[in-house]
Structure formats: structure tokens, C-alpha cells
T-cell receptor, first 114, second 117 residues
Framework: DQQVKQNSPSLSVQEGRISILNCDYT??????FLWYKKYPAEGPTFLIS?????DKNEDGRFTVFLNKSAKHLSLHIVPSQPGDSAVYFC?????????????FGAGTQVVVTP | GAVVSQHPSRVICKSGTSVKIECRSL??????MFWYRQFPKQSLMLMAT?????????EQGVEKDKFLINHASLTLSTLTVTSAHPEDSSFYIC?????????????FGPGTRLTVL
């Protein structure tokens, strides 16, 4: 049973524009959410995270928004750059121990075009 | 961020042989390490959680006798795929959590591509 869902398998965006990636979850016990970026044949690299007590977290070009009532979060990348082309995974963990197990979404392939 | 390495990065083996994959946290002590596998164009599936000095906790559907995990020190965890078969071919990724790092995120290794002929 997929508890973290990324319903868009791919996203194409023009360089300089905003990329918006969406993620939905079903487990109300999740209290920590993360976004990872992954290139082929490499491990995921951490991008940004958000605790359930917040609704927004910003780090440079990356902003994550959390809507707890809708069980929805999104990642905004602005402006998008060619180096942002990768697969982006949404992940969530439950419990106060943020080192706990992560549930991953299926990923969204982002392609940034010149 | 913290650095996690995996070795080997790629391995090809014959069916029936065993393969050991090492995961090392290079600049911090990892009390907890996780092992994932990823099939092409699919998500990362957690296989097991290993805590230093204790037995690993396996996810439902993962055969503990087939995927042996050892976490003997705070910087090293190993995954041994015993009697590997072609269906075990996959991309195996480890991650480490622990007392260092910021934000509570896990740090991932670069992955190991296993191909069983």
C-alpha cells in the first residue's frame, strides 16, 4: 500500500521558470517530510525537509509547502536550471524520531529545457 | 552533508553465488543504517533497518535469510545477498542516520548495481 504518492511521473519546464512538484500522503502519523533529488545510478541527495508543525520551509531556490489538512506537500524550484533535471522523490517518516524509516513516493522526473 | 560510501558500485555475478555490499559512513557515526532496493523507474523500497550491535529489522516480504545484514560498527553495515538469482538484480542503496547531520535527514550512499546472470 503506497502511503506516499507522487502522481506525476514526469514534468517538463523551461529554464528560468518555476517547477512545482506535488506529493500526497495517506498516513496521518507522518510528521516529517523530505525531498530528495536523484540522478541515474546514484544515491538520492537531500534537498529540503519540513516538519509537520510548519507549513513552509525555504532554502535558496527550493521551497516546500505542507498542507496537513489536505495531506499534501509540494516542492517549488524557482528559477529552474538545467542542472535541476533529475528524479525528485518525496519521502515521509512517522514518529518523533526523525531518523526513522522513510516511505518514498514513486518519484517525478523533471526535465528542464533551455 | 555527511558522506556515505558503498562498495562495490557495480557487481556482476553468477546465479547461486553470494554477494556482499558494504556501506560506510565516512565522517560520522551512524547508529542506524537502512538498506533499500530500487527497480528501474520505481521508488526506493526499504528492505531493512539495522542498528549498530543488534539484529536488523526486516520489512514485510523481505527474506532475512536471503538478505543478511550486519552492522558491527558505527561506521559499517554490510548486506549479503545469499545464493543470488536473476530476480535479485537491482540497484541497492544504503543510507545512514545517526548523531550527526542536519535536519534529521538520512544520507544515502551512491548505490550498488547488482546483476545476476
Amino acid at each position: 500500500d503506497q502511503q506516499v504518492k507522487q502522481n506525476s511521473p514526469s514534468l517538463s519546464v523551461q529554464e528560468g521558470r518555476i517547477s512545482i512538484l506535488n506529493c500526497d500522503y495517506t498516513n496521518s502519523m507522518f510528521d516529517y517530510f523530505l525531498w530528495y533529488k536523484k540522478y541515474p545510478a546514484e544515491g538520492p541527495t537531500f534537498l529540503i525537509s519540513i516538519s509537520s508543525i510548519k507549513d513552509k520551509n525555504e532554502d535558496g531556490r527550493f521551497t516546500v509547502f505542507l498542507n496537513k489538512s489536505a495531506k499534501h506537500l509540494s516542492l517549488h524550484i524557482v528559477p529552474s536550471q538545467p542542472g535541476d533535471s533529475a528524479v525528485y522523490f518525496c519521502a515521509a517518516s512517522a514518529g518523533t524520531d526523525s531518523w526513522g524509516k522513510l516511505q518514498f513516493g514513486a518519484g517525478t522526473q523533471v526535465v528542464v529545457t533551455p | 552533508g555527511a558522506v556515505v560510501s558503498q562498495h562495490p558500485s557495480r557487481v556482476i555475478c553468477k546465479s547461486g553465488t553470494s554477494v556482499k555490499i558494504e556501506c560506510r559512513s565516512l565522517d560520522f557515526q551512524a547508529t542506524t543504517m537502512f538498506w533499500y532496493r530500487q527497480f528501474p523507474k520505481q521508488s526506493l523500497m526499504l528492505m531493512a533497518t539495522s542498528n549498530e550491535g543488534s539484529k536488523a529489522t526486516y520489512e514485510q516480504g523481505v527474506e532475512k535469510d536471503k538478505f543478511l545484514i550486519n552492522h558491527a560498527s558505527l561506521t559499517l553495515s554490510t548486506l549479503t545477498v545469499t545464493s543470488a538469482h536473476p530476480e535479485d538484480s537491482s540497484f541497492y542503496i544504503c543510507s545512514a542516520g545517526g548523531t550527526s547531520g542536519g535536519g534529521g535527514e538520512q544520507f544515502f550512499g551512491p548505490g550498488t548495481r547488482l546483476t545476476v546472470l
